[in-house]
């Protein structure tokens, strides 16, 4: 049982792709460790040694941030927009997108499920 950085990484698959289970490590950044460690890339998690686990968790408490440190971070990040009031905070405190996208329709990931409106009468006509 492989488990870095408090993560179980799955065991069929190929180091360069179960590192990536890691919060932080893409896939990018899986292959440079790869690299750096001198691991062959075709290998699978459970064929790893305990020596080459303990190489890549000392490498990537020693040179990355992830899991725990990471998130932290970020929702630090997040909390001083949101202090600052500036408009990427605002849009994070209403739940809406940050970086530009149309909201009239779609956004439905950062806005939820629809809330429908009830119809308005329009000025001028009665029933």
Do not use: W
């Given at each position: ?62 040179d990355y941030k992830v899991e725990g440190g990471l998130r932290a971070e970020i929702a630090a990040d997040v909390k ?17 997108p940050t970086r530009g996208q149309r909201t009239r329709t779609n956004a439905r990931t950062r806005k939820g499920r ?14």
């Amino acid at each position: 049982m492989a488990r870095i950085a408090g993560v179980d990484l799955p065991l069929n698959k190929r180091v360069k792709y179960g590192l990536t289970a890691i919060f932080g490590v893409g896939p990018h950044t899986a292959q440079k460790i790869v690299e750096t460690i001198g691991i062959d890339p075709s290998k699978k998690i459970k064929e790893l040694t305990d020596d080459e686990v303990t190489k890549i968790r000392k490498l990537l408490e020693s040179d990355y941030k992830v899991e725990g440190g990471l998130r932290a971070e970020i929702a630090a990040d997040v909390k001083r927009l949101i202090d600052i009031g500036c408009y990427r905070g605002l849009r994070h405190k209403f739940g809406l997108p940050t970086r530009g996208q149309r909201t009239r329709t779609n956004a439905r990931t950062r806005k939820g499920r629809k809330k429908t409106v009830a119809g308005k009468a329009k000025a001028g006509v009665k029933k």
